[in-house]
């Protein structure tokens, strides 16, 4: 059996310092107003100004080319500003998609000209992305899809369906993965592409999924006859499954797997301190320990996408044990505190018990499901 080995990352001294100077602009900008803090802010905390000024501190697209607006700082640097912004539930939803992996796709992927086009905007935080993949009639099996682009002149046509679309109403494009070649019943995965379609182009129309909560973040999108020009092609044509799996890794490996319900966690250590309540204290501190296990995991991970390594396996894993421990943070404080959690009360526990309760069924599905990631790690790890 394969070995999965990831390196212990600890900070320098520049980093701490760096960290502290985050944490300090977050926390002056909260007092400020200009934010309210809340549980699973990456995906429903749309705040388009907040990510200008986000874009405007450099900390959006940090790990890339300054040619491309980028600031060239690592990854781990990347990985501070992320977990601080997680930390203190910042609405960083509007860029979190065109930050954490559309970019990295046309960095690796794109042509000059979508770089050029399409980066600047992405870290000035005034272009947004949503990833179209999965469908309706596909499932969890991917490689089962059936929407399809045409070749035309100038470009193609493309018609089909994608839902769970995360901020589809928000963007302002999305990066389909479709079959621009008919199936091979011998390789299911050939003959798939990645388009960019305008996600204003006609034809382009979005149906929100609404959450428990009443909020709307999850879509359906449906593309009739729309025209994509030839240039909106990511890399080769046929290329698009391996290009789409490349994706996956930037999407699973982050604190964001770990962290959507930190603000919680928080609170409720706050409250058993306040309580003197020494069994609620063994029970939070346990939740405290695992999340110091998959962030070490996690860190890892970033310090391998540095080196330019594959991460597909360790990425799997976090995805899988982080949505699993962010839901138990939910849990584990629903029976340590006794309340009535309210995504209107005036209580900051109350509210955060709401908005974690009401948005983890969503945990397991986004990133891919649970059955999908355990069965992409065993097949890794039993791997010759």
Not at 175 to 203: A, E, Y
Not at 303 to 307: G, H, M, N, S
């Given at each position: 059996m394969n070995k999965l080995e990831l390196p212990v990352v600890e900070f320098t001294t520049e980093q701490m310092e760096f960290r502290k100077e985050v944490r300090t602009f977050l926390e002056n900008e909260r007092a400020k107003g200009t934010f309210e803090s809340k549980c699973d802010s990456w995906l429903s905390g749309?705040?388009?100004?907040?990510?200008?000024?986000i874009g405007s501190k450099g900390w959006i697209g940090m790990t890339w080319p300054?040619?491309?607006?980028?600031?060239?700082?690592?990854?781990?640097?990347?990985?501070?500003?992320?977990?601080?912004?997680?930390?203190?539930?910042?609405?960083?939803?509007?860029?979190?998609?065109?930050?954490?992996?559309?970019?990295?796709?046309?960095?690796?992927?794109?042509?000059?000209?979508?770089?050029?086009?399409?980066?600047?905007?992405?870290t000035e935080g005034s272009c947004y992305f949503s990833i179209g993949l999965s469908e309706p009639n596909s499932g969890?099996?991917?490689?089962?899809?059936?929407?399809?682009?045409?070749?035309?002149?100038?470009?193609?046509?493309?018609n089909g369906a994608k839902t769970w679309t995360s901020g589809a109403q928000h963007s302002h494009y999305m990066?389909?993965?479709?079959?621009?070649?008919?199936?091979?019943?011998?390789?299911?995965?050939?003959?798939?592409?990645?388009?960019?379609?305008?996600?204003?182009?006609?034809?382009?129309s979005i149906r929100p999924i609404q959450f428990l909560t009443g909020e709307e973040h999850f879509n359906e999108v449906f593309f009739e006859n729309v025209f994509v020009p030839e240039g909106n092609l990511v890399g080769?044509?046929?290329?698009?499954?391996?290009?789409?799996?490349?994706?996956?890794?930037?999407?699973?490996?982050?604190?964001?797997?770990?962290?959507?319900?930190?603000?919680l966690l928080e609170e409720l250590v706050k409250i058993v301190r306040e309580n003197k309540d020494i069994q609620g204290m063994k029970e939070a501190m346990k939740l405290?320990?695992?999340l110091n296990s998959y962030r070490l995991m996690s860190i890892g991970i970033a310090?391998?996408?540095?080196?330019g390594r594959d991460v597909a396996i360790a990425a799997a894993l976090v995805k899988d044990l982080g949505t699993k421990f962010?839901?138990?943070?939910?849990?584990?404080?629903?029976?340590?505190?006794?309340?009535?959690?309210?995504?209107?009360?005036?209580?900051?526990?109350?509210?955060?018990?709401?908005?974690?309760?009401?948005?983890?069924?969503?945990?397991t599905l986004r990133g891919g499901t649970t059955e999908i990631l355990r069965g992409i790690v065993t097949k890794g790890m039993i791997a010759g």
């Open positions: 749309y705040d388009t100004e907040f990510s200008k000024k300054r040619k491309y607006g980028g600031s060239e700082k690592s990854a781990i640097e990347r990985y501070i500003v992320i977990e601080e912004l997680l930390a203190i539930g910042a609405p960083v939803a509007a860029h979190w998609f065109a930050d954490r992996q559309t970019g990295p796709l046309f960095l690796r992927f794109g042509t000059e000209k979508q770089k050029q086009f399409f980066l600047p905007k992405i969890s099996d991917l490689a089962s899809i059936s929407s399809k682009a045409e070749k035309t002149e100038g470009g193609w046509i493309l990066v389909v993965l479709c079959r621009t070649s008919p199936k091979d019943t011998n390789n299911r995965h050939d003959g798939m592409s990645q388009l960019i379609v305008d996600l204003k182009s006609p034809g382009v080769k044509e046929g290329n698009g499954w391996k290009q789409s799996m490349a994706e996956l890794a930037y999407e699973r490996s982050g604190p964001e797997r770990i962290l959507s319900t930190y603000p405290v320990a695992r310090q391998y996408l540095e080196e962010e839901k138990s943070i939910a849990e584990t404080a629903r029976l340590i505190i006794s309340s009535t959690p309210s995504v209107h009360s005036v209580k900051q526990f109350e509210k955060y018990l709401a908005q974690s309760i009401l948005h983890s069924p969503g945990f």
